[in-house]
């Protein structure tokens, strides 16, 4: 198979400049995937400290995990906002720009200037996408809102974690979540210009985001009056789904139907005279005898090695996973042969990164540097008028920084 690199086809969002006041996770991650797919991504930054996730911790040789994850290919522009002269240097980006993204707290967008409904009047052009914690109306909209607290007031932990304790999600959902509407809704901005030549404003709330990702348990609270249950790796409507001990380990299994369930008990685990069992024969059964149904799938899968009993599951194909550890994603099979680790440059050398989700058949998505703070500040500066006398003084001043 001939290799695709990045210069044997147009990159999607090729020639899209992304201005972002951005920190943590929820813009960060939607501007990545902008420039995953190709954008210009110009980051601001503070002076001196730059994006607080720089600081998280020093996991990846020093740099912080979470930077190092949601800021490959952006460019650093280190900026005091404080400063008139700072802020015109953000506008003066901003009016250069397709894009600006921010998630900053509530009112200080406004308060630089940068406010979506300035920006949209002054450049009607301009795609202007902020991220709020619970939206720019109602009760809550001045509240703090970290990804934990958003999970806690969405009802999120109410549905994760086991029957004994509520638990938010181990990956910061509510920010993803949030970052990825984002991400798609300038996309759609962007086509809609090319049809009208006008932007204009978006705004996602983290809270909105996590409330419809709790999809059809919602629904089931709105129309059936239930809150469902905690259930660890089970599922409330399904069974036997969960993780069952082997001889060795234990294996995810997820019997979707009834004939999954024939497979299973007949075919992996030669037990056909369960197959119509009086409390087992359908889903809505081994739901009703749920303790029942996982005990007499234990007692078989428990004869059998891991690696023997996936193998007996993917011939019957009945539905089973791994129940992998960090160690066993980074190690796993099925990424080494699908090529998806590369080299990602950064301020202290290469290190692995994974390819963007979005694979396009005639060009693979850039995986760019990650920056050093400041890194891009005077060469992008230069760019909208700033000659090198100016920068000297500005950085004279902490007006600026440099990597």
Known sequence: MTAITPESGLLPLDGITVVS????VA???????????GARVIKLERVGEGDFARHYDGEVRGLASHFVWLNRGKQSVALDLKSAEGRDAARRLVASADVFVQNSAPGAAERLGLGPEELAAAYPRLVIASITGYGSSGPLRDRKAYDMLIQAEAGLVSVTGTPDAAAKTGIPTSDIAAGVYVSQAVLAALFRRERTGRGGAIEVAMFDATVEWLGHQLYMRLYGGKQVARMGLSHASIAPYDAYPTADGEIL???QNDRGWRALMADVLGRPDLV????????????????ECDEAVARETRRFATADLEERLAAAGVPAAQVNDLQGVVDHPQLAARERWRKVDTPVGPIEGLLPPMTFGDVELPMGPVPDLG?????????????????????????????
């Open 375 to 403: 890194e891009h500040t005077d060469e992008v500066l230069r760019e909208v008028g700033y000659d090198d006398a100016t920068l000297e003084d500005l950085a004279a001043r902490g007006v600026i920084g440099r990597a």
């Open 21 to 24: 006041l951005e920190q943590a």
């Open 276 to 291: 119509d069992h009086p409390h087992l024969a359908t889903n809505v059964l081994r739901v009703a005898h749920r303790a």
């Open 253 to 255: 299994i997820g019997v």
């Open 27 to 37: 813009a960060p991650i939607a501007t990545r995937h902008l420039a995953d797919l």
